[in-house]
């Protein structure tokens, strides 16, 4: 009954601020650019996929038609280009495929990236990347979604709401009146930050729920909706407790203030960014000049290699060269040039994702040191654009390229020609989700029990708080 008093009294003082409402409708009208802005981002690299896409399908479906012209024809002796596996696999041929999207992709459209790429015969490292290309602007200063307005922002509003909860009671002496009315400290407080939290979580919450069947649709709300709410409203409920732990400290509001400003730097800024640098620095990725300078020399040797062996070859058969025996032997050396080249960079491409994983693993153990650091994981598996899921999908899509480009090596080795139906009976990729994606457990029980620790050292610090 006294706390609902007191909260009574205080949302008179609330509807009476035009600061409190300036800053909540900055911040849900921000909430709602960002996911704007995350959905047309996310449609730009999606219509650049579906486009390759289409142009994959409309080539695989003449290719078919052009082959069964041929093999009704009868004529042997005038198969098409594309009869060759060779041309078909090198050449003509692709299969463009992407990172399947979740329903709250778009919210952290610029937090993660999008993964696309074209599928050949061509050995992986030449593997093509799809996509947009990123404005320099952008890369600079950063992405911009809805993760970055929850992660930075929410609590800079928070700070500014309950920096002097208390300390600007006790500064203009009205905080021995309200106790005088029959208050006790710990009701009168809890309310103030049960009112601000309210206000704040549920404006937070309503521009989140829009943003959500905005992006995802109502098939977007269970579970990654209602997860996503939920870890977004419990690091909000960090920095609220934070900031009654912090008005506890007997300070006063510009100390508070600082100090809150301060937590928010460390916490949200400097734990992030030195994570990153010591992950950075225990697992660097290897030069990326050294790759290229490697894949160079490489292909220099093996192209040397394998012309040496096509001279060799035509001198002993010379009524081949200039044919088609001179155009399958071409397709052989490409093929074995790319596979020397790829046997010789394959311990640096290892290296590269093992530093990668190294890199990822750290940054997961230390994420604990920062709520910030928590909730922007957790929000960004959710939204299937966490680094796990993008590497289980690459993980699958190196297995598929293994596959597809064995059937036309196979092939190439052979000089056996392709036929219809077997272009009809090429594999098709297939992606399994990683299970967990939704739960979210360990981050959202750490960001509880920390906001319970600091709530109940609050509570337990009023009780030796001077009313004068």
Known sequence: MMVARV????????????????????????????A??????????????????????????????????????????????????GALGLS????????????????????????AVSVTAHADYRME???????????????????????????IVIIALTFDLLSRERELGTLPLVIAQGVSLRDFVLARVLGRGVLVLLGMATAGLVAILAVGGPAALWPDGLVWLLIAGLYG???????????????????????????????????????????????PAPSRVLLTTEIREAAAEAEERAADAREAFLFDHPELAGGAGAQEAYFRQVMETERDVAATIAPLLESFADQAHQRDALVNRLAVLSPALLADQALLSIAGMDEARA???????????????????????????????????????GFSEPVGRHLQLGPGLVLLIMSLALLITAVARLRRYPIT
Do not use: K
């Open 129 to 155: 990347s799809i996509g947009i290309i990123e404005n320099a602007a952008n890369l600079a200063l950063g992405g911009f979604d809805v993760i970055f307005v929850i992660v930075f922002l929410m609590p």
């Open 237 to 283: 409920a960090f920095w609220f407790a934070l900031a009654l732990f912090v008005n506890t400290l007997r300070l006063g509001s510009d100390q508070n203030g600082v100090i809150l400003a301060s937590c928010w730097l460390v916490l949200v800024v400097v734990i992030p960014a030195l994570v990153s640098l010591l992950s950075a620095t225990l697992y």
């Open 92 to 115: 003509v041929l692709e299969t463009p495929m992407a990172l399947p999207g979740v329903p709250l992709a778009a919210l952290a459209a610029a937090s993660g990236r999008p993964q």
């Open 7 to 34: 909260l009574r009294q205080d949302w008179v003082l609330l509807r009476s601020s035009p600061g409190l409402w300036i800053a909540l409708l900055l911040l849900t009208g921000v909430t709602a650019l960002a």
């Open 391 to 429: 590497r289980a999908w690459r993980d699958a899509v190196g297995e598929f390229h293994a596959a597809w480009s064995e059937l036309f090596a196979d092939r190439i080795r052979r000089e056996v020609q392709v036929t219809s139906a077997e272009v009809e009976a090429l594999p098709v990729f």
């Open 36 to 85: 704007a802005a995350g959905q047309a981002r996310l449609g730009l690299h999606d219509a650049a996929v579906q486009s390759r896409i289409d142009t994959a399908e409309q080539t695989h479906v003449a290719v078919i038609q052009t082959l069964q012209r041929w093999e009704q024809a009868g004529d042997a002796a005038a198969a098409p280009a594309v009869a060759s596996p």
